[in-house]
Each structure stands twice: as C-alpha cells, then as structure tokens.
C-alpha cells in the first residue's frame, strides 16, 4: 500500500466530483429531498378520521357518546345523517372512514342494564388503516361503557370501584408519533441509497472511458484505488448525512437524544462499507448503465425492504428474514434509532458496529479481489 | 535499467494470445534494443495492440516467454510498470480534470520523489508546449495537445522504455511530425520506443521495423533491410500509353509476379529485373504498346508491405 498513490487517487476523484457541479448539488440534495419525499408520506398515524353519526336514538345518552368521538383527536366529525344510504355513499366516495350508528333502544338498554350495541362502520379497503381506527373507535365505547356502568352503579345506591385501569406509559417516543421512528431509520436507510450509488459508477466509469487501461498500466495497486475512491466519496456522504440529521432534527423535529459522537462514529462504520459496496458492484460492470442499474437494485430494495425501518422485519417469512441478516442497513437503522430515541452510547451498540466493520472488511476484500481479476 | 544486461529493452519469445479459438498473437518473437525506435506496423486488427498490452502486463500471455527492461511479464509485472510508460490506442486521461490536475495524478501514480515533481512537470509542460494551458480543462485540448499531453503524463518518471500504441492516429500531419520529433527526442536520451502505427511514412522515422499481418510477425529488419528485401523480387516502374491492357498483357508473361496501378503507371512485381524487363519490352512490342518508361526501381515501404502481405494471403489460400 502506497500513501501516496492512494492520496493521488483521493485528490483525482474529489476533482471529478467537484468539477461536476450539477451531480454534486445533486447528490447534496438528494438526502433532503428524499427525507421531505418519504418522511411525510410514511407517516403511519392515523388521526383526523372522517366520521358520519347516525343517531337513532336521540337521547341524551347517545349524545353523550357522540361528544367523545367529537373530543377524540382521532376523529373528525363530519356530519350527522339520518340513513344508511347516506354513510355507504361517504364510504364510497372516500368522503368518510367510519361510520357509527346509535340503535333506537340505545339509552334504554343502558339504564335497563342491558347490553347496549353501537354500530361502526369501517371502510375496509386500507386494512391496515381500518384496524387502527376500529382500535380508536372501541378504546372511546369501552370507556364510555364502563363510565356508564358506574354511573349505574352509583345511581342504584351501590359503590362500586370501576374496573381494572391498565395506565399505559410508553417510553422513548412518548406521544407514539411515527415521524420519530420513521425518520431516524429513513436516515439510516437514505444513507445506504447514496452511497451505495455514489460510488456505483466509479470504476464503471474509467473502463468505460478507456483511463482504466492508462492507470493500470502504472504501478497502482486495486486496493490503493479502492480506498482512495472510497475516502473521496466518504467526504460527500458524511456531508449528507449532516446534512439529513439537520433536516430529521429541524424540519421534522425528531427528538435527539444520544451523543453525536456516537452517532458519527457509526455512520463512518456504516458509510465505509456501503461505499466499498458500490465500489465492488461497479467493479464487476464494464458500463455505467449496468452499473448504475445494479446498484440502485442491491441498495434501494434491500435498504427499504430489508432494513426493518418501516416493514417489521418479524412478520415476515423466515427466508426473506434469514436475507436480511446481511443487510448492513438493518444494523445500521437499529443503532440510528437507538441513539436518536433511546439516548445509547457505543457500549448497547458493539453487536451491531462490530457487524457492520465484519461488512466493510469483507466487501474491501473482495472489491480488491474483483479488481486484481480484471487486470488480466 | 535492465536486470540481465542482454543490451535488450524488449525480448518476446513464441508469445501467444488467444481469446477462445481465435489467435490474436501467433508465436511473436523479437528482440527490441536498448535506445532503438522500433516500429510495429500492420493493419487493424493484425494483433499489435494485444502484443504491446502484454508486454505492458495489461494481458496475461496465453504461452511463450516475454521481458521488458529484464523483467518478466509473467512473473514481475509490477517491476515492469515502474519501468515504462505507456500510451493507449485511445486517449485515456481524465477529459473532466485539467493538465496540471492530471498530470499531479500520474506524478503520484508513478511516485516520482519529492524533489523532482516540479522539475519533471516543467519538463512535460514545456515539452508538450502546454505551459500556457496548465489550468485548461483537458477536453478543451485539440488531438495535437492531447496526445502530447498523454505522452509526456506516460514518461513523467522518465522510464527506460516506452510503449506507444498508434499515437498519432487521428492527428493532423503537422501534429504528427510534432510528436515524430517528440520520439526522436526520447530516442537520443536513451530511451527504448517501441511504437505500433499504420502510417508507412511514420515508419520510416524507425531504426528497426516489424511487421505484423494476422497475429504473425511477417517481415522484421531496418527499412532499407526491408527495401531491399523484396521477398527476393524486384519491383519495375512500367509506364505506357495503355495501363490496363499493359496489365493484361502482363499476366501471360513468365517472371512477372503481380502488378498494380501506381500513380500514372504501373509497379510490376518480377523474380529476375533484367530478364524480365526483356520480356516485356518484346510482349509490348508484339501488342504495339508504346513503353513510355521501364526500370527497375527501389520499392517503398509500402510497396513491400503490399507485396509481403499479398504473398502471405497466396500461402493461405
């Protein structure tokens, strides 16, 4: 290894990238265009649910439910209709999520000590959506319900206790809002995307120009030109990844709570081999084209699906779970997550840096090993 | 420079190369002295750039034995790129980067010490005539500059020898007899040039010549050696009034190999001048063709690269 040659490389490939200007502020922007694209449109809550109240009843103890889904922040109110007819249209129009009907004998059975029944209606088509809001919709009932029971209790002259109150703390992200776990993961996630296309073209590039065949006729070595390449394209992603932390903490207002130290030091850990990846696909590519392609593919899918940064990684099938364990992301969104949310320092992180040094060291080998095979 | 003190630059012994079942070099043997101009000469596709990549250690021989500077290809090919420098068939340096930008790069590719940096890129600069253009982007150069800037990013650790792979095609005429002088220049500091080309009037430039016809080396000598040595025939300068029937008439006469129309007349191909030349004289006479001019001439390169590469394909056939 020659200090030298690996300088001269470094300081030739930070020429290419400054002396192109327009894929410079490209690949500067792209981390907060990406953030601002996927952290609003993955934003899992479900809040501001369109209603439509059918009261049968119209008592006062149907009014009195109507109020809670009125209070609720979940639920948006958007009218009062008097048939079914009415809510089916608002479901299938998308006006209306849910619908709920108050029976007749609602308040009847109530001061009877009969069960009473609520309707909702869910549109179902967006699964996922529907469940959380049928969740919402039976937390208000339930609560109204067991109000009432004491009520009925109380007015009967006995005492009772209300039920079990199981009293919910959550920990780290307090006011359970997705943005804060969607985002430090999609940093994570950003970060394997650009560098793994960064460098993606690099050697690609030079066989294709035909400089490839000028500078292996010198006494440069594969690994002096892939650690130069490497480091020049590290100063452009360590840039964007503070430039996307910036974005996650101002824009977004993720709560930050660990060292940025810490954070730092894993994201030269991650960065290093991410960006040895794309070195090692553009290796095995005589075009830009197949180069471009291939490395979009082995660093957006796997970054995205893989990663377990919004799709849980437990749910799914156990070969596809068996892949993901040598996704670097993966580890890589576990750490940014944890340092954004839960405040750890490296000492809870060793598993997972340790796995993403493993990563580096064994794709720099082998980039090296591709690169000496093409010599000849 | 070189480890075996033979007075060879470049030795190549039986070097084969062969992509599946097509042989692009076909046993090459040839020795290049130490100091010499030696040109390699064919047509496209005739295997000179696969022989000079692998003596450049850019390709793996597939059998046969070659050094550079003493080194092996084979077994010290990183010896070998310290000691050359070598220029592609295409230009290959960064288009993007500017001419001191690039050449800085191949100054630290080729580790030229400390102390000799400046001194070694003035020499490039005012060689290439590029001092004014130092900070010009590389794709704004003409084909001129930039092979004059390849060349001189190729000996910038001053190397003992030297590989250019058709330097100056694409390059006008007075660019061309520029960078002859550029060579010539190397030459008489002691450098070994080895340069491949298809132009005839470059190789005249050359103290030895080889030239290669399908992956075979088919003549190799000094140019008058190759003059001279018409394959053992002589070349007659024939001009008449009629040039076509005169060739027609030829084709009957013994001694007369082959002719071809050259210029207002014609270049006859014949084993034995004098013999010959009476030949024709009685032929013409019988056809009343009126000879307006017949001798013995010494063929050009060219000439004899018509005729070596005509009797090779006579031997194929």
Not at chain 1, 237 to 253: E, M, N, Q
Not at chain 1, 272 to 293: D, E, K, N, P
């Amino acid at each position: 290894m020659s200090y030298r040659r690996t300088k001269a490389i470094f300081i030739k490939e930070l020429h290419h990238i400054t002396r192109d200007a327009r894929s410079l502020a490209l690949a500067l922007a792209m981390p907060v265009m990406m953030l601002l694209l996927y952290g609003y449109a993955l934003s899992l809550d479900v809040d501001h649910i369109q209603t439509l109240i059918y009261d049968q009843d119209g008592t006062e103890a149907s009014r009195d439910l109507m109020r809670q889904f009125q209070g609720s922040r979940y639920f948006d109110v958007a009218g009062f209709v008097n048939n079914y007819a009415d809510i089916q249209r608002g479901i299938d129009t998308n006006r209306i999520l849910v619908g709920v009907v108050i029976p007749r004998d609602f308040s009847r059975d109530l001061r009877s000590g009969h069960t009473a029944n609520v309707q909702i209606i869910v549109d179902g088509s967006d699964s996922n959506t529907a469940a959380i809001a049928m969740g919402y919709a039976e937390s208000i009932v339930r609560n109204y319900s067991a109000e009432a029971g004491v009520d009925l209790q109380n007015f009967r002259g006995r005492h009772l206790p209300p039920p079990i109150d199981a009293r919910m703390r959550v920990w780290y992200n307090s006011s359970l809002e997705s943005k804060n776990y969607v985002v430090p993961g999609l940093i994570a996630v950003i970060l394997m995307i650009i560098a793994g296309q960064l460098t993606s073209l690099t050697v690609a590039r030079e066989w294709e120009m035909g400089t490839m065949e000028q500078i292996l006729s010198t006494p440069l070595r594969p690994a002096e030109m892939v650690l130069g390449k490497m480091l020049a394209y590290f100063v452009v992603g360590f840039t964007d990844s503070a430039i996307a932390l910036i974005v996650g903490v101002t824009i977004f207002a993720v709560p930050f709570r660990g060292s940025i130290l810490t954070l730092a030091v894993s994201t030269c850990v991650f960065l290093c081999g991410t960006l040895f990846w794309g070195i090692f696909i553009s290796a095995g590519c005589r075009t830009q084209v197949a180069a471009y392609q291939l490395g979009m593919l082995s660093s957006f899918l796997p970054g995205f699906l893989l990663s377990g940064f919004v799709f849980a990684l437990d749910t799914m099938p156990k070969a596809i779970q068996v892949i993901s364990v040598i996704v670097p992301a993966r580890y890589f969104v576990t750490i940014v997550k944890a340092i954004f949310l839960k405040g750890v320092g490296i000492g809870q992180l060793w598993n997972q840096l340790a796995y993403l040094v493993v990563f580096g060291t064994i794709v720099f080998w082998r980039t090296v090993r591709r690169m000496n095979q093409k010599v000849t | 420079m070189s480890g075996n003190g033979s007075g060879y630059a470049v030795e190549i012994r039986d070097l084969v190369k062969a992509f599946g079942s097509f042989v692009a070099v076909d046993h090459v043997s040839l020795q290049v002295k130490k100091g010499e101009i030696f040109g390699f000469l064919g047509p496209n596709g005739a295997g000179k750039s696969t022989t000079i990549r692998m003596l450049c250690g850019l390709l793996t021989p597939t059998s046969g034995d070659a050094s550079v500077s003493g080194c092996d290809v084979r077994t010290q090919p990183e010896e070998i790129r310290r000691n050359i420098g070598y220029m592609s068939q295409k230009f290959s340096l960064y288009d993007d980067l500017t001419v001191e930008q690039n050449i800085d790069f191949f100054t630290g590719m080729y580790g030229v010490p400390r102390q000799r940096r400046q001194e070694r890129k003035d020499y490039v600069l005012e060689m290439a005539n590029l001092k004014e253009r130092r900070g010009a982007a590389t794709y704004t150069l003409s084909g001129g500059w930039k092979q004059r800037l390849a060349l001189g990013c190729a000996i910038l650790h001053d190397p003992p020898v030297l590989f250019l792979d058709e330097p100056t095609s694409g390059v006008d005429p007075i660019a061309r007899g520029a960078f002859w002088n550029l060579i010539r220049d190397m030459a008489e500091t002691g450098h070994t040039v080895f340069v491949s080309t298809h132009y005839m009037d470059e190789a005249e430039y050359c103290n030895r010549l080889a030239l290669m016809y399908r992956g075979k080396v088919i003549a190799l000598g000094t140019p008058e050696e190759l003059k001279t040595n018409l394959d053992g025939h002589a070349l007659l300068r024939l001009d008449t009034a009629a040039t076509l029937e005169t060739m027609r008439v030829l084709e009957g006469i013994p001694g007369v190999i082959e002719s071809a129309v050259f210029g207002g007349g014609l270049h006859v191909v014949v084993d034995e001048p004098e013999a010959a030349m009476g030949r024709i004289r009685s032929k013409l006479a019988e056809g009343n063709i009126e000879i307006r001019r017949l001798e013995a001439i010494t063929p050009s390169l060219e000439d004899v690269f018509v005729a070596l590469i005509e009797a090779e394909e006579r031997k194929a056939a």
